[in-house]
């Protein structure tokens, strides 16, 4: 199983990221879908959670209102658009697959400063 993310990068404060996370070895669409992200020194976090179908979301307040996360079946891969980026946004993004086993991506760093 691998899972690889991309689209990280550097961006100033109030701009914008899309990520990806293309799924290989795995059923893709049996799968629930997350985000995760951990800055220097804090644990990790959970962003953003999509079910197999891509039906239902759910979001850490945090993020409410600026992070929309997708899927499409049809690509095995995973997006999370982030609009309206902080500073406290600043983390390595990690892209985590789970049924009954979990499986995790190598992340990819988003640093958001001027």
């Known amino acids: 199983v691998q899972l690889v993310e991309s689209g990280g990068g550097l961006v100033q404060p109030g701009g914008s990221l899309r990520l990806s996370c293309a799924a290989s070895g795995l059923t893709f669409r049996s799968y629930f879908m997350s985000w995760y992200r951990q800055a220097p020194g804090k644990e990790r976090q959970l962003v953003a959670g999509i079910t197999n179908t891509g039906r239902s979301t759910g979001y850490a307040d945090s993020v409410k209102g600026r992070f929309t996360i997708s899927r499409d079946n049809a690509k095995n891969t995973v997006y999370l658009e982030m609009i309206s980026l902080k500073p406290e946004d600043t983390a390595v993004y990690y892209c985590?697959?789970?049924?009954?086993?979990?499986?995790w991506g190598q992340g990819t760093q988003v640093t958001v400063s001027s």
């Open positions: 985590n697959a789970r049924l009954v086993q979990e499986y």
